[in-house]
């Protein structure tokens, strides 16, 4: 029950293993022994008027102290808790020596409260209060951020609860709300200016020779040609625990935050992921996680074993844990350099085992776009199953009769190498015919082929376009395609109501998420946003159909500012609707949207560097028939 | 009403305005279709009317995924293998056909030319525009610097022992930046020759920069000033590459490439073999200079990083004057060069 915490696994977690930077090996020993956990709840503002004083403050993660912003002394930001239909002014007080701003992530709310300097409002001046003010339209669990430089990355994040007007639909004897976040005792604008410079800067976990010699990840002749393609397979997470500490409600994993229960109980949890760039996978080995709600709003019960949450996403699950025993909630990051811990007890002091990290996930043939070749078996790929067709080997294949062939002669693998061709298919011969000994060559050139996404501009931020690109929305995220065990998957989610907005799109958009790692330049069709002359413009309450295409090899999670959208996952008028979708590795993803708030919104990559680096478009939505600004 | 529906439908698609077209984003008028539910704020229109099989219809398709084709699921009409028709939801989006089965939507058309200014409306031109300019700057428009000195060695050379310098400097953007190179080398106790360039380097694609300005050489003889062009950047294999060439103030014609490769035995550990080649188009007398290939070098370094931006390292290194040039030196009474054992830090920052 109260089995010593295995350090090693520890030390790990906190980012030894990415060493230089990571001091924790120097910590003093009291600080490393077990702590009885953290039983705290996140201080609480509530009411009509609520005061946020954002600030310059020291915080102590595991026994280490660093620099940080947070708000009303504490990081995370206090918990607000409202109660929908219920109006509020929130007094934001500025005491930095900069701007600074917060924005409302999910709620629907007049664009000029949204919080966004330079799309919204003018920003939060040093040393000034803004007041923003709106009524309260939803329910659910929600959160707040700086949208101003990297403050976000400092401490600037904290949850919001929207109690509903009537009952809760979601019963339950007790909650948790559960921030996931990460740390570095890095300044934030020192960790961008390293990926500038050095792109792969903090991943330690890169495929090395004596990893070839002992047998592990790629065998010699695939990392030849993912080297022909000048693609790393390793490139998982940008930022990694070789600097991060994973964060739950602002405590490290030897802090071990813990939430009390009483066994039998349903316990409520409230997810948010509030990192900077974080992908989590969420467990709590011993429990089941019924998703309720996702992005804030109800879903139909979903039971899973795991999770993947992507940064700015929030999901309520419920647990029901039998036992008079402690659970470990595990959150590792995607790269599994690191993990966030918790722990769920009955009484203080009881922790559970901390599995060890599993091993890192490789990017394989369908993160590189090649999607189609793995024939869409979402969520049941077996292990290594990719990476069996990751190098391309088309010499492994036999080769069919040249294009064109007859439907029936033109198998599907041998279509998407482009060694026949349907009449009419739009992408066929993308990938020029050629022998096995041409395979790296020909697959190089097919790896930024503009004919792929004629939206795209050449520039030198599109390092490839996924040639194949297929709807991943029934796909496991990445590095949970074998596991053993239910992971949830957005097509598993369906909306608890019918949608407010059933019409059809009467337009379609294709928007292509494209980056270069090796200058570490991500952009919207190949454009940032310091270089973009028009924003994306709806009219109000035109309803579009949306198709994120991502062009590389690391997922994205988009989020629209003011509005739900509905993912196009099969679920008709019940799709679930959300303001952040993860797009996964060379797949797509597609929802649609109705514009029906007027005004400027944010929408780009939450991502914070990827963010900053200019992944962001603004979307304008016009009433009907008014063009100019 | 239902006839009228599909008159109005026909003619809507057939003079379906052209798209609004904008840079580096792909948008389609699609024939319009069914509007089943309006949202609450949007008035119904009488063809509109709830008429129950209509809806359920329409419910059915919006039960299909994204490319609703049966007959073409995603990953066949990926490979090429068939071409979906447009989702279910817009059975008339291809075009062909002239009419829908739906009465039109009333979705309004897509906005024409729009400046993201909305804001301005409410807390006013100047207040905005300051904010909107560092909004643009901060997400993709700022300006970074490095500082790598990439080679800082001592080449134990049996008892000639010479030090050498290859280091860099930019400052820019993502697509364009200012470049300082220099490297050098020389005798202990003895003469150094040294190079200094400056340039601006330019993004020409996704891995390499071409790069032009002056070179200056500081060395035995008389100064030489060179323009020069080049390119640098990551090749395939990962193989960092760099090639230029150099005209000097005397009208000689110089070119210089060379290369390396950073083998990874451990996350820290890493062997770099390295080569360079230097050509000459004529002879340079007053530089002992031999025309064709002037030297070449040859190298193998292991270093440690103990962090990325500090790595000791040790190796080795085969540098060699070859024909005419080595002639020169020869007559001079230097050697031609040889192995070197070599050992120094690679340091950025």
Redesign the interface.
Known sequence: MSRVFDRRQLLHGAGLAG???ALSAYMPAWAQSVSPGVIRPLPTVSGADITLRVAHQMMMIDGRTSHAIGINGTVPAPLIRLREGQNVRLHVENTLDE?TSIHWHGLILP??MDG????????IKPRSTFTYEFPIRQSGTYWYHSHS?LQEQMGHYGPIVIDPAGADPVASDREHVIVLSDHSPMHPHLIF??L???GG?FN???????GLLAGKDQPAAER?RW????MDPADVADVTASTYTYLVNGHGPRNNWTGLFQPGERVRLRLINASAMTTFNLRIPGLRLTVVEADGLPVQPVTVDEMQIAVAETYDVIVQPPDDRAYTIVGESVDRSGMARATLAPRAGMVAPVPALRKRPLADMKDMGM??????DGGTTMPGHGEMHAGMDHGAMTHASPAPAP?PA?A??H??M?HC??P???????VPAGGAGHAAGAM?HAM?DFSNA????KT????TISP????RMGDRGQGLEGVPHRVLVYTDLKAVTRN????????????HLTG?M??Y?W???????????????????????V?LVNDTMMGHPIHLHGHYFEL??????H?PRKHTIQVQPGGTA?FDL?A?A???WAF?CHLLYH????M?Q?V?V?P?????? | MIALALLAAALTTGDAPSPPQRHGEHMQHQAPAADATPPEHHPPQPTDAPDSSAHAHHAGAMDAPSPADPACPPEHAAMGHCTPKPAGTMPNAAGPHPASPFPPAVTPPSPGSVQPTYADRIWGHDAMAAARATMRREHGGMAFSQVMLDLAEVQLRGGRDRYRWDGAFWYGGDINRLTLKTEGDGAFGGSTDAEVQALYSRAIGPYFNLQAGVRQDIATGPDRTYATVGVEGLAPYWFDVEGALFLSNKGELLARIEGYYDQRITQRLVLQPRAEINLSAQRVPVRQLGSGVTDAELGLRLRYEIAREFAPYVGMSWERQLGGTARYARSVGDDAGGFGVVAGIRVWF
């Open positions: 060493g230089g930077l701007d664009f000029h966004v300097p330079g799309i919204s409002f003018p920003g430089g200016k390293k500038k410079q050095q800067y330690y976990q890169k495929q090395t020779l004596a030849t080297g022909a393609m000048r999607g189609a070749m793995d024939h869409g439907a033109c599907p693998e279509a998407a482009g061709t349907l009419g298919a739009p992408d066929a011969g993308a190089d930024r004629p939206e795209v501009k030198p931020t599109v390092q194949m690109p297929m709807d407010p907005d059933t019409r059809a799109p009467s337009r379609e958009l294709r928007i270069n090796e200058r330049m952009a919207f069709d190949g454009e940032k946003l310091s270089e973009v002359t028009a924003p994306i413009a709806f009219s109000q309450n035109e309803r579009v159909r198709t196009v996952t099969g679920h008709g008028d799709a597609t109705t029906d007027v005004g400027d780009h963010m900053h680096a200019g962001m603004v304008s016009r009907a028939g008014e063009a100019a600004a």
